[in-house]
């Protein structure tokens, strides 16, 4: 990891503009919780609706989708990432860099809200609050992997990892049984079942999310790394 690198992308990430954004996401998942807490009905259920599908299933997927293409992808777009190439860097060490600030920060941001409203909803009745937790950071590093390579793929990674977040993750991912084995957020939910011991109908076994969520992190900053590097060498071209 090096400092610098890091410095200059945390700057540019928290900018005025993408840093309100950062900052709406959270804020919407307190609101809809403190209102939610004020409603009748089943404690359980509705834990495990909001911190399931709204935050696992849509918002901790669009958190990590600003975050991980805002470390490189703009870079990319305006050009400045040349001078970054320019250093006497190694490539993975750039994109391993940007990648520890683009989990980094989608762990506060998606981390502690997840915590706050969980207790705010349930308490720390069966451990969901905590579950949820665990299971947020794990596919907040998921996800700000996948949307970083995205970054550097392609010009068009908002969008296209927008369509999956929405598309993929909040739609297919919850309501087609046969996709969902196939989604970080189930494997996330897994998660969140072995760490609360709650039934949360999860999709596949701890042991098989926790392979996928890690092998989709390092195979994302691999290929990263490969396509970064082909970049630097169009350049020099």
């Given at each position: 990891?090096?400092?610098?690198?890091?410095?200059?992308?945390?700057?540019?990430?928290?900018?005025?503009?993408?840093?309100i954004?950062?900052?709406?996401?959270?804020?919407?998942?307190?609101?809809?919780?403190?209102?939610?807490?004020?409603?009748?009905?089943?404690?359980?259920?509705l834990?495990?609706r909001?911190l399931?599908?709204?935050?696992?299933?849509?918002?901790v997927?669009?958190?990590?989708?600003?975050?991980?293409?805002?470390?490189?992808?703009?870079?990319?777009?305006?050009?400045?990432i040349?001078?970054?190439?320019?250093?006497?860097?190694?490539?993975?060490?750039?994109?391993?860099?940007?990648?520890?600030?683009?989990?980094?920060?989608?762990?506060?941001?998606?981390?502690?809200?997840?915590?706050?409203?969980?207790?705010?909803?349930?308490?720390?009745?069966?451990?969901?609050?905590?579950?949820?937790?665990?299971?947020?950071?794990?596919?907040?590093?998921?996800?700000?992997?996948?949307?970083?390579?995205?970054?550097?793929?392609?010009?068009?990674?908002?969008?296209?990892?927008?369509?999956?977040?929405?598309?993929?993750?909040?739609?297919?991912?919850?309501?087609?049984?046969?996709?969902?084995?196939?989604?970080?957020?189930?494997?996330?939910?897994?998660?969140?079942?072995?760490?609360?011991?709650?039934?949360?109908?999860?999709?596949?076994?701890?042991?098989?999310?926790a392979?996928?969520?890690?092998?989709?992190?390092?195979?994302?900053?691999?290929?990263?790394?490969?396509?970064?590097?082909?970049?630097?060498?169009?350049?020099?071209?």
């Amino acid at each position: 990891m090096n400092p610098t690198v890091a410095r200059l992308t945390l700057r540019g990430l928290l900018g005025r503009r993408r840093g309100i954004l950062l900052l709406v996401v959270p804020a919407l998942l307190l609101l809809v919780s403190a209102i939610a807490s004020g409603t009748e009905g089943s404690e359980h259920t509705l834990a495990t609706r909001i911190l399931g599908q709204l935050d696992l299933g849509t918002l901790v997927p669009i958190l990590g989708l600003v975050v991980g293409t805002g470390v490189i992808a703009t870079e990319i777009d305006d050009g400045s990432i040349v001078y970054l190439l320019a250093k006497p860097l190694p490539r993975w060490r750039i994109v391993t860099t940007k990648l520890a600030v683009a989990i980094g920060t989608t762990w506060v941001l998606a981390g502690i809200p997840t915590l706050l409203c969980g207790l705010l909803l349930i308490g720390r009745e069966d451990g969901i609050a905590l579950g949820y937790t665990v299971a947020a950071l794990a596919s907040g590093a998921a996800y700000s992997a996948l949307f970083l390579l995205l970054g550097v793929v392609t010009r068009h990674a908002v969008v296209a990892g927008l369509g999956y977040a929405l598309i993929w993750e909040a739609l297919i991912g919850n309501y087609v049984s046969g996709a969902r084995t196939l989604s970080i957020q189930q494997w996330g939910r897994a998660v969140a079942e072995t760490v609360s011991g709650a039934d949360l109908s999860a999709e596949v076994s701890v042991g098989v999310a926790a392979t996928l969520l890690l092998t989709v992190t390092v195979a994302a900053a691999v290929l990263a790394s490969v396509k970064l590097a082909g970049l630097t060498l169009a350049a020099e071209e």
